[in-house]
């Protein structure tokens, strides 16, 4: 395959001695010429920046797009999922170690320009692209390139992230992203700091406001891990702060906890927990609360708050669209839903 070019990043700024700061996002890096970022997706080249997983991924395939998840924007379709290398923060508890802890310099990814991925998501029959499985957001230019680029051929953009992005860069991608999952590793900044490496929840929240405030569709994901981030104190907080900075409709889905890489000694989650937590958080008021990553066939419904009647059976990723219109109305009661199809 032919080699593509360096994509010299944007959002930087050049410092003495062929130093450059990158300015993505909060962590604000000054990198030293032939040194990686601390994402190792943006190196510094003789004194400019560039962004290594422009065009190269690790991972591509088509998903169910509730297994992002996102239940409430297009739900039943398919979207077709990039991932690349590296991620600016660094989760002992990471489920996608394997990519999102290598270098975006790796030898062994696949190349693929923004037309390809059109064409790709055109064959496979899907509704949208997803931008996931590491951190995209750390591939910032390459996913306004190729949002611009399915927005022109009618085709959406699923953002899903750890949220960690500057406000400048944010911009750019407004426009662009049709529906965002965020992943909120906790709701305290202690957990940030030991687990993730980094204080990132003021960012995060501050970041899906900007979102929900600019009309894209929100979802927000919240890992339980026991004794970490699962005290009802903490679930309340959550669900309060979702409710009183955005709106009581927004999805919230709490998932269980298995062990995986560096948090190999931490038990699974008890199911019981997952479950009081969808009891709190819809006690609060969240009237979309799901579960995820539960032992059995989970049944996460969507029901009309209208009427009661059933929008959207989910048993698992088998997903049937019951009294929901093609406008997003409940067919039974022609109440308009939250839900964007």
Known sequence: MVQLALFEAEF?????????????CPRNCIIQSGELGNCQARKNIDGKLYALGYNRFTSVHADPIEKKPIYHYKPGSSTMSFGTAGCNLHCAHCQNWSISQISAESNNLIQITSQNAIDMTRKNKCDTIAYTYNEPLINLEWIRDTGKLAHENNIGNVLVSNGMINEKPLEELLPIIDAVNFDIKAFNEDFYKEVTTFPALKYVKQNAIRMWKEGI??????????DYNDSSDEIRQFSRWVI?????????????FYPHYKMQHVPPTPVDTVIEAKRIAEEEGLKFVFTGNLPYSEINTTFCLNCGKTLVERLSYNVKIKQLSNGGTCKS???????RV
Do not use: A, W
């Open 333 to 339: 009661c022609g109440k308009q839903t939250s839900i």
């Open 244 to 256: 009183n900075e955005m709106d009581e409709n927004v999805p919230v889905h709490f998932s269980r």
């Open 12 to 24: 930087y700024e050049k410092r003495d001695g062929k130093k450059v700061q990158c300015l993505l």
């Open 217 to 226: 569709h929100i979802e927000l994901t919240m890992l339980l891990i026991p």
